[in-house]
């Protein structure tokens, strides 16, 4: 699906580049090229952290990112951190519901990102 998202026109900028292995000057979006974003959980909802050992998306990205830095390019590797963070026990926590009971729930995140990048980097 194809939608507009506001009004604003997005303009091209002209930087050096190479088409067909050429160097050249090449257009690209004034905006947003180039840009990785990376959240610890979809919208709406909470985003765990382990009081001992700090953000869950923290901890899976530098374990995969050891694992697997050499090996894929960064958007393969965030959507194994993606993997990780929903599949495995490792990453799972106890929230706090009410603060009077100290009543708990079990909850999983989803790990949310959006890539504009280019290139496989």
């Not at 390019?73 to 799972?92: F, G, N, P, Q, W």
């Not at 909850?107 to 496989?120: D, V």
Request: hydrophobic share 40%; with cysteine; aromatic share 4%.
């Amino acid at each position: 699906m194809q939608a507009c998202r506001g009004s604003t026109l997005n303009k091209p900028i002209t930087k050096a580049g190479k088409k067909k292995n050429v160097l050249t000057n090449i257009e690209i979006p004034s905006h947003g090229s180039d840009i990785l974003l990376m959240y610890g959980t979809i919208p709406g909802f909470v985003s765990l952290r382990d009081e001992v050992k700090g953000s869950i998306l923290v901890q899976a990205f530098c374990r995969v990112m050891k694992d697997q830095m050499f090996r894929q390019d960064l958007v393969s590797i965030i959507t194994e951190v993606c993997r990780v963070v929903a599949e495995e026990d490792e990453y799972k926590g106890n929230v706090v519901v009410d603060e009077q009971t100290g009543q708990t729930e079990e909850a999983k995140q989803m790990i949310c990102f959006t890539s504009m990048l280019m290139r496989k980097i």
